[in-house]
């Protein structure tokens, strides 16, 4: 902990890890507004902040899990098989119950993957690789396999509205942004998670309760993967159980890393995650606005994401 009175020695490399991502976004909008023609166009804007919504939801819930030094490879399937059941009671008339019924179920499997780990002293991946595998299963089970469509057509149009220009869906994900960053910010809750991710056994030996304190971040990045899900049932009118949130853990665990936060634990940045998502987005639409084949986007974001893993690596070592 700095000292009072004792100013902090400036450190390129914590500048770098901390605010890298911000500089890569910074670099990035300002040279497609230069060379990508009609970048600038309020469309493009407007396909940046709603496409992104997804790896937005499930990268800042995943945040809270990697700040433990946790991982959670089961967003996706947590997306389609809440949204599933979120469906089909929805086609049965039954709105308030099915999004409640979806809501709960999220919770559940994030509690009980929270508990395992902790309790049992399991790896997060082996956990929630597991879970990945039976929810998905799940999910597809509830309807032998086949998509579902909820059949709510006031559903759909919503997620379709925009707020002052703003789409609905980029409203949502700011709004639970802006509610993760004041619950980690201004609470003991976010103290319990940094001082946990920093040193889990000084956190026990302070006599904090882990085991609550994982269970919660655990059930917050479920709730995160609900959301994402029900957008996603809600603007396009279907449930595929077996496509929906597929390899999208990647994309929040990328969105995470390239975000500030680090995957040894410790501060979770949520402002960095949300930067992150879009600055991968921008990437994606940067070569597709440029007929550059799609598979250059993903070498780029790789190449990206381990700039940003070596930058942590020296901010810790300095």
């Not at 879009?278 to 440029?290: C, E, F, P, R, Y």
Request: hydrophobic fraction near 55%.
């Amino acid at each position: 902990m700095q000292r009072l009175g004792v100013k902090k020695e400036f450190n390129f490399w914590d500048i770098l890890g901390t605010y890298g991502v911000f500089i890569t976004f910074f670099v990035l909008f300002v040279g497609n507004s230069i060379f990508t023609k009609n970048f600038l166009s309020m469309t493009t804007v407007q396909n940046i902040l709603s496409q992104c919504t997804t790896p937005v939801l499930l990268g800042i819930g995943m945040t809270v899990v990697i700040a433990t030094s946790g991982i959670n490879i089961s967003v996706g399937s947590v997306m389609a098989m809440c949204a599933m059941v979120a469906a089909k009671l929805i086609k049965e008339g039954m709105f308030v119950q099915g999004m409640a019924a979806g809501l709960i179920l999220a919770l559940l499997c994030g509690a009980l993957t929270g508990y395992i780990i902790i309790k049992f002293d399991i790896q997060p991946m082996i956990v929630s690789l597991a879970m990945m595998f039976v929810l998905r299963g799940v999910a597809k089970l509830l309807n032998d396999g086949k998509n579902m469509r909820p059949g709510n057509s006031a559903l759909n149009s919503f997620f379709y509205e925009t707020v002052a220009g703003i789409p609905v869906r980029t409203v949502i994900w700011f709004v639970c942004a802006l509610a993760l960053f004041i619950l980690i910010s201004k609470t003991r809750f976010g103290i319990c998670i940094e001082s946990f991710g920093d040193n889990s056994r000084a956190a026990r030996i302070a006599g904090i309760n882990i085991v609550a304190v994982i269970v919660a971040c655990y059930m917050i990045c479920n709730v995160m993967a609900y959301v994402a899900g029900v957008i996603e049932m809600g603007y396009s009118s279907i449930v595929d159980p077996g496509n929906m949130g597929l390899t999208k853990e990647m994309d929040a665990i990328a969105a995470t890393v390239l975000g500030g936060t680090s995957i040894d634990g410790g501060k979770p940045h949520i402002w960095g995650t949300v930067c992150g998502a879009m600055v991968l987005q921008m990437i994606s639409i940067m070569v597709n606005m440029n007929n550059v084949p799609s598979s250059y986007a993903k070498i780029i974001k790789a190449a990206i994401i381990i700039l940003a893993i070596y930058f942590q690596g020296m901010k810790k070592n300095n």
